[in-house]
T-cell receptor, first 111, second 121 residues
Framework: KQEVTQIPAALSVPEGENLVLNCSFT??????LQWFRQDPGKGLTSLLL?????REQTSGRLNASLDKSSGRSTLYIAASQPGDSATYLC??????????FGEGTQLTVNP | DVKVTQSSRYLVKRTGEKVFLECVQD?????MFWYRQDPGLGLRLIYF???????EKGDIPEGYSVSREKKERFSLILESASTNQTSMYLC????????????????????FGQGTRLTVV
């Protein structure tokens, strides 16, 4: 059974800092991996999708990498801003269309 | 702009009521999902559907049923609401994409609705 772990569970940084969020998964036979952002009481917003054949994806200040063989992904946020404060979730699609989620990293960026 | 719309943001229902949560998508996606999200337990898959009138149980289907009569609409039904079904409910959709380079199909991004906060009293 696929398991997804995110470390750390919570992170607090000063504004402007570059930071890395980690995601690991137990079954490397995945179709793709997706990073989401969730604001309190809201739904999930898609940030980046990495297909299994890809190594990384970039969108603005965000860069996500994927190392399938080691079962790891990282989300790099450059020059963090208070508006980046949210919970970040990673999810893998390993069989069929269903996603398996990690529990998330709660990020706080302090002004 | 991509849209997944859940019928209600907030709902309060009484124990024993039959509750319907509706989700509508405008992306022509084949696959639709219902999750619930609880503190400390993360997102858990209740049911999903990969085509009209097709459905499969997720990890926690007990106490729930679903209906997919049209491609764009996926309904979650709480047959007899109980207090342990108080939760945030999230609908999601995923489609198929053409990746080219000899790869016929790839799952596209998953898109989520805004969530329904259900309280059962």
């Amino acid at each position: 059974k696929q398991e997804v772990t995110q470390i750390p569970a919570a992170l607090s940084v000063p504004e402007g800092e570059n930071l890395v969020l980690n995601c690991s998964f137990t079954d490397s036979a995945i179709y793709n991996l997706q990073w989401f952002r969730q604001d309190p009481g809201k739904g999930l917003t898609s940030l980046l999708l990495i297909q299994s054949s890809q190594r990384e994806q970039t969108s603005g200040r965000l860069n996500a990498s994927l190392d399938k063989s080691s079962g790891r992904s990282t989300l790099y946020i450059a020059a963090s801003q208070p508006g980046d404060s949210a919970t970040y979730l990673c999810a893998v699609r390993a069989s069929g269309s269903r996603l398996t989620f990690g529990e998330g990293t709660q990020l706080t960026v302090n002004p | 702009d991509v849209k997944v719309t859940q019928s209600s943001r907030y709902l309060v229902k009484r124990t024993g009521e039959k509750v319907f949560l509706e989700c509508v998508q405008d992306m022509d996606h084949e696959n639709m999902f219902w999750y619930r999200q609880d503190p400390g337990l993360g997102l858990r898959l209740i049911y999903f559907s990969y085509d009209v009138k097709m459905k499969e149980k997720g990890d926690i289907p007990e106490g729930y049923s679903v209906s997919r009569e049209k491609k764009e609409r996926f309904s979650l039904i709480l047959e007899s609401a109980s207090t342990n079904q108080t939760s945030m409910y999230l609908c999601a959709t995923v489609g198929w994409g053409n990746a080219g380079q000899g790869v016929l199909k790839l799952y596209t991004e998953a898109f989520f609705g805004q969530g329904t906060r259900l309280t059962v009293v």
